[in-house]
Nanobody, 116 residues
Framework: QVQLVESGGGLVQPGGSLRLSCAAS????????MGWYRQAPGKERDLVAV????????NYAESVKGRFTISRDGARNTVYLQMNSLKPEDTAVYYC?????????WGQGTQVTVSS
């Protein structure tokens, strides 16, 4: 069993910054990728960013390129999402994911609200 604990969400004004964290624990043997998705009300859950096991490769949604940065601490099995220049359209529940072999695990989600 794998547990993902997210933190760092909240309310921020447009143009502000937030940093999300997600710590994985449990039966972790070989992580393939770690990443973040988000889901706004009435919309589908979409990929925000993903990072490979050694952090050598990253992939971002076009809408967040240049504003968000994904990183990870392999020793702590933790992935981060630094979000800068936040916009109201970034408002969503953000979910952490971890891919282990053929299985994908999800966090409980953390709310990010960008509003003045």
């Amino acid at each position: 069993q794998v547990q993902l604990v997210e933190s760092g969400g909240g309310l921020v004004q447009p143009g502000g910054s937030l940093r999300l964290s997600c710590a994985a624990s449990g039966s972790i043997f070989s992580i393939n990728t770690m990443g973040w998705y988000r889901q706004a009300p009435g919309k589908e859950r979409d990929l925000v960013a993903v990072i490979t096991n050694r952090g050598s490769n990253t992939n971002y949604a076009e809408s967040v390129k240049g504003r968000f940065t994904i990183s990870r601490d392999g020793a702590r099995n933790t992935v981060y999402l630094q979000m800068n220049s936040l916009k109201p359209e970034d408002t969503a529940v953000y979910y952490c994911t971890v891919a282990l072999g053929s299985l994908t695990y999800w966090g409980q989600g953390t709310q990010v609200t960008v509003s003045s």
